[in-house]
């Protein structure tokens, strides 16, 4: 949006080099300063909502300083309430515009006008004008000394006045007196403060002779606005009843309390002459003639007296304007553009019912428009500081879901124990001869179950952050119909959930297809074979060796080595009926030597059979126990007696220790579950999000329009749901009014150029104007001594010229 759409202008077209030479530059004061007078009058139409700060001279000081009678010598009349305790109990925004003498110089030449008063109410009697700022002082804040911060406008149009705007703000005072509240002095101060803290804002710090100056309140206000002093300008009021002997010059010359724009020194009226109805014309001769009779006073022409405080406030205050107005105006340029931004998304008021229908399908397709181009990373309000729509769908997906999967370790929750017992478990009321196929199934089933949950928990968030999504689309917008927007939440809501529950089967049905059939085939899989291979040499590494001595009569060494470790190859996963492996150890040769012929044939090379062949030393065992048994038959016989079983406990669980065989076998089912989840796993990160996307994502995006006007596009529902509540249609209503004071201050300025050499021709102008005028000064360093003689001549003609 441009400004050029907001104001509804055309831009200017350059002007001709002739025409540019043929213009007369017109004086920079006498245009700025009523243009910065026009946009105070503009933006005092929003009160205490502009924002906007402008150029203008504040004057400050304590009670009885002389601030009211400064002011009305810069005027020239009598205006302001007189009296002895607090008289400005309100800020009165007071400018000054200088106008063309008549020609008949009757008392019409100059008059004054209110703000609050209808337009063009003009004003000629000066006393009617202070008792309307009476009257309206007292309408806000009662006739008992109470103080307000509203302002007061009153611009006096008159051709004995500069063109300057000044602030009388209340004077500071120490006692509460009337109505006022105890923390008068506080609360002063912070209205002077919101006034004076503005770089735009120049401060006239009034303060009486007769007072230390070190202790004057206006400056020490001026100073904690303006540290550096290079907005200040100070004015020593009531030369004439300083102590006798005693002159103002070092203060004057700043040599007590230094201001970079210097001060100015000048006589009020005192309540005598008031009572007496001098006039200011007599006030500002008596002032003349009282520097002129004052040798102390020679030499500082240029900071003496009313007429060179006028000179001086409207030179600082054109030079002060001409330095804000590029600032100015590109601050109002973007507050028209953010206003009208703002304006606009209120929208207009429809009342038909085409155009109610018309408003609700633009908002419903508008809507569905941002809430796709959320997803797809297309927003044209894309945020750079956190990730957003799309993106945030993307992260849960990649960096929580799979993430975590992939941090999850499938024997985790397995113990040895569980593993053996469940293998154990699986043979039965026999001993197997291999490693079961039973328990790895069980307990890879087990495991895939495990990834369910957090499966739905994945859709659960992608279901989260779609409906944050939408509370994201059109907020602005949709804030003037909260009817609508509600409405709206609740159908995509619900719309949403539809999309998730068959999401969340599609997902049971993707973990249950994994549980139905364990595929031992895939080509990922580990296999039995490389299972019992990885199992051995991991079970081989684990175990510490400890060398044995061996007698001289052993077998050698290579044969026995070399049969023990064939028949280990061969019967890793054989069994025996009580669960323990058979002794493969090497036999001795005097136990060879010592075995009956009968019993070679179940020896094979040493090793014992898995179907529990006997060794020589069994047999010499066997042996002995059926003598000791015949032995003591013939005594059993004469004392027989019942033999009793101890009972099963309730609960039965497999030795502590197992033997190395079992270790082989927990080995090879730790590495089957392993390998076999993580070929599940894989499926799963990739089926998941997929479903996710297909049932739940893509559906809403492509159907979510069609479900609006199913849902919301009645005839009967427009009323209803496009009613705005009160407070959008207050926020309408002032944004119109800024938008229009911003416009008027926007073309205002365009009546100013601000081309550099507009800018110093009329400046030099102006020089030469101040020059000639009836405010000439002799003390300018730079002028020759036959001008400074004109000069002061030519103030010898005035009335208002002190050229001594």
């Excluded at 103080?147 to 007061?152: E, G, L, P, R, S």
């Excluded at 006034?195 to 230390?212: Q, R």
């Excluded at 003496?304 to 001409?322: D, M, R, S, T």
């Excluded at 229009?740 to 110093?760: F, G, I, K």
Aim: glycine share 6%; with cysteine; charged share 25%.
């Amino acid at each position: 949006m441009t400004i050029e759409q907001v104001t509804g202008e055309t831009p200017p077209s350059t002007p001709s080099p002739t025409a540019a030479t043929t213009t007369k530059a017109a004086p920079l004061g006498s245009s700025v300063i009523p243009i910065v007078n026009k946009l105070q009058d503009i933006f005092a139409q929003l009160g205490s909502q502009s924002s906007i700060a402008l150029p203008q001279v504040a004057v400050v000081g304590s009670q009885s300083s002389g601030k009211s009678s400064v002011l009305e010598a810069l005027v020239g009349r009598d205006f302001l309430p007189r009296g002895n305790d607090i008289c400005t109990r309100r800020p009165l925004v007071l400018q000054l515009v200088q106008t063309k003498r008549r020609s008949n110089g009757g008392s019409d030449d100059e008059w004054g006008e209110f703000r609050h008063l209808p337009e063009h109410t003009r004003i000629y009697d000066f006393s009617e004008i202070r008792r309307e700022i009476e009257a309206e002082t007292n309408r806000l804040v009662g006739e008992n000394k109470g103080v307000a911060d509203k302002q007061i406008r009153l611009t006096i149009y008159s051709p004995n006045v500069l063109d300057i705007t000044l602030v009388d703000l209340p004077g500071i005072t120490k006692v509460p007196v009337g109505d006022q509240p105890s923390d008068i002095e506080a609360r002063i101060r912070t209205m002077i403060l919101s006034y004076i803290k503005s770089d735009t804002c120049l401060i006239l710090a009034v303060t009486p002779a007769n007072t230390d100056l070190a202790n004057s309140d206006a400056l020490q206000i001026a100073s904690n606005a303006d540290p550096d002093g290079r907005r200040t300008i100070g004015v020593i009021t009531k030369l004439d009843i300083m102590d006798k002997g005693t002159d103002a010059r070092n203060l004057l010359l700043g040599n007590v309390v230094p201001l970079r724009l210097g001060y100015v020194g000048v006589v009020n009226r005192c309540q005598e002459d008031i009572l007496l109805n001098r006039t200011i014309k007599e006030a500002l001769i008596a002032e003349e003639k009282f520097f002129r009779s004052r040798p102390a006073y020679h030499g500082l022409t240029d900071r003496l007296g009313i007429p060179q405080l006028a000179k001086k406030l409207n030179q600082i205050l054109v030079q002060h304007i001409k330095v804000l107005l590029p600032d100015l105006k590109s601050r109002i340029s973007n507050a028209l553009v953010a206003t009208a931004k703002e304006h606009q998304s209120y929208g207009e008021i429809t009342e038909s019912r085409a155009g109610q229908g018309a408003l609700l399908l633009n908002f419903l397709s508008k809507y569905c428009e941002a809430y796709s181009s959320l997803l797809e990373g297309k927003s044209e309000e894309m945020s750079t500081s956190e990730l957003s729509g799309g993106a945030r769908i993307h992260y849960i997906f990649q960096s929580i879901f799979v993430k975590s999967l992939e941090e999850v370790d499938p024997c985790e929750d397995l113990t040895d124990d569980d593993i053996r017992t469940a293998i154990q478990n699986a043979t039965g009321p026999r001993s197997a001869l291999f490693v079961p196929d039973v328990p790895f199934e069980v307990l890879v089933r087990r495991q895939i179950s495990r990834l369910l949950d957090p499966s739905l928990q994945c859709a659960r968030f992608i279901f989260d952050e779609l409906i944050k999504i939408s509370h994201r689309c059109m907020m602005n917008e949709l804030q003037r119909f909260p009817v609508l927007r509600k409405r709206m939440d609740e159908v995509i809501g619900d719309f949403l959930r539809e999309g998730l529950e068959p999401s969340e089967a599609m997902i049971g049905d993707i973990i249950d297809m994994e549980m139905d059939y364990i595929n031992t085939s895939h080509p990922n899989f580990i296999g039995g074979t490389k299972a019992v291979e990885v199992a051995m040499q991991q079970v081989k590494s684990s175990r510490i060796p400890h060398p044995v001595a061996r007698p001289k009569d052993t077998v050698e060494p290579d044969r026995t080595s070399s049969s023990a470790s064939q028949v280990k190859s061969r019967t890793f996963l054989s069994r025996q009926a009580n669960g323990i492996v058979a002794d493969q150890g090497v036999v001795s040769a005097d136990a060879e030597k010592a075995a009956p012929a009968a019993n070679a044939s179940d020896t094979r090379w040493g090793i014992p059979s898995i179907f529990r062949g006997g060794d020589t030393r069994a047999v010499t065992k066997d042996n002995l126990l059926n003598k000791q048994f015949s032995e003591t038959v013939e005594d059993m016989s004469h004392n027989l007696s019942m033999i009793y079983l101890k009972e099963p406990p309730a609960v039965l669980r497999p030795s502590e220790t197992h033997s190395e065989q079992e270790a082989v076998e927990i080995q090879i089912t730790k590495l089957l579950l392993k390998s076999y989840y993580d070929i599940v796993r894989k499926n799963i990160e990739d089926s998941v999000p997929k479903a996710i996307m297909h049932f739940l994502v893509n559906h809403t995006k492509r159907e979510l329009h069609n479900v609006f006007i199913k849902k919301l596009y009645r005839e009967n529902l427009f009323e209803e749901m496009l009613q705005e509540p009160e407070e959008i249609a207050g926020k309408r209503k002032r944004t119109q009014e800024t938008l229009h004071v911003l416009q008027q201050a926007y073309r205002t300025l365009d009546e100013l150029p601000l081309e550099a050499d507009s800018v110093s021709a009329g400046m030099s102008k102006h020089q030469e104007l101040l020059t000639s005028s009836k405010y000439s000064t002799s003390s300018s360093h730079s002028a020759s001594p036959s001008t400074t003689r004109r000069s002061r001549r030519a103030g010898d003609q005035h009335q208002n010229g002190y050229g001594f």
